[in-house]
């Protein structure tokens, strides 16, 4: 079996497939992720990290996925990026930081996480980073829709312009006629 012989990703994967099993966490894919994460394969830190933030099969520690996060990050994960970007938005695991939400968020984002435009985009529009900016908010909603993120698409869908124009759209885009 690919598990057995080494190969990383068949490890990772055996070991989510174990976990879907069990109610409570698999002891044996814990063992297999970090096998995985000695390896060098960041999806198993990251996927460590949220076991370990979650206590599902080993010990609940924030800490410990912290580091975990930290460390898929910068061996270059956009799922780390994403996570990390999240929790210093929300503050989970520390005080919130826009500035270090926006340098996760942006990362996850070049990077082909569709969401992480989603997130830039609340930030933006928020004020988090400083004024609230709605053309930046609406070029970030307009990207993550166009790779199909639903809640870019209901965002842009919601927004309006100083022209009343929907989804962000001047009156001259919506065919020469005055939106009602």
Same mark, same amino acid.
């Not at 990703?9 to 096998?35: I, T």
């Not at 985009?121 to 988090?128: K, R």
């Not at 990207?143 to 927004?159: I, V, Y």
């Not at 929907?166 to 885009?173: A, C, E, H």
């Given at each position: 079996?690919?598990?057995?012989?080494?190969?990383?990703?068949?490890?990772?994967?055996?070991?989510?497939?174990?976990?879907?099993?069990?109610?409570?966490?698999?002891?044996?894919?814990?063992?297999?992720?970090?096998?995985?994460?000695?390896?060098?394969?960041?999806?198993?830190?990251?996927?460590?990290?949220?076991?370990?933030?979650?206590?599902?099969?080993?010990?609940? %520690?924030?800490?410990? *996925?912290? &580091?975990?996060?930290? /460390?898929? =990050? +910068?061996? #270059?994960?956009? @799922?780390?990026?994403?996570? !990390?970007?999240?929790?210093?938005?929300?503050?989970?695991?520390?005080?919130?930081?826009?500035?270090?939400?926006?340098?996760?968020?942006?990362?996850?984002?070049?990077?082909?996480?569709?969401?992480?435009?989603?997130?830039?985009?609340?930030?933006?529009?928020?004020?988090?980073?400083?004024?609230? %900016?709605?053309?930046? *908010?609406? &070029?970030?909603?307009? /990207?993550? =829709? +166009?790779? #199909?993120?639903? @809640?870019?698409?209901?965002? !842009?869908?919601?927004?309006?312009?100083?022209?009343?124009?929907?989804?962000?759209?001047?009156?001259?885009?919506?065919?020469?006629?005055?939106?009602?």
């Amino acid at each position: 079996m690919a598990a057995d012989s080494g190969v990383p990703d068949a490890k990772v994967m055996l070991a989510l497939m174990l976990d879907r099993n069990s109610q409570q966490g698999s002891p044996e894919a814990v063992r297999l992720l970090n096998q995985a994460d000695e390896d060098g394969l960041s999806i198993a830190s990251v996927q460590l990290g949220i076991w370990y933030f979650q206590g599902r099969g080993v010990p609940n %520690d924030g800490n410990k *996925a912290l &580091a975990l996060f930290q /460390k898929a =990050a +910068a061996a #270059g994960s956009k @799922e780390a990026h994403y996570i !990390l970007g999240d929790m210093a938005q929300t503050g989970k695991l520390g005080p919130k930081s826009p500035a270090d939400a926006f340098t996760h968020f942006t990362y996850a984002a070049q990077h082909g996480m569709p969401n992480a435009w989603f997130r830039l985009g609340v930030l933006y529009e928020s004020g988090e980073l400083g004024q609230p %900016d709605k053309a930046q *908010a609406i &070029a970030a909603y307009r /990207k993550g =829709a +166009a790779m #199909g993120d639903q @809640e870019s698409a209901t965002a !842009l869908a919601n927004k309006k312009n100083a022209n009343g124009a929907p989804n962000g759209t001047s009156v001259f885009d919506s065919g020469g006629r005055i939106p009602q």
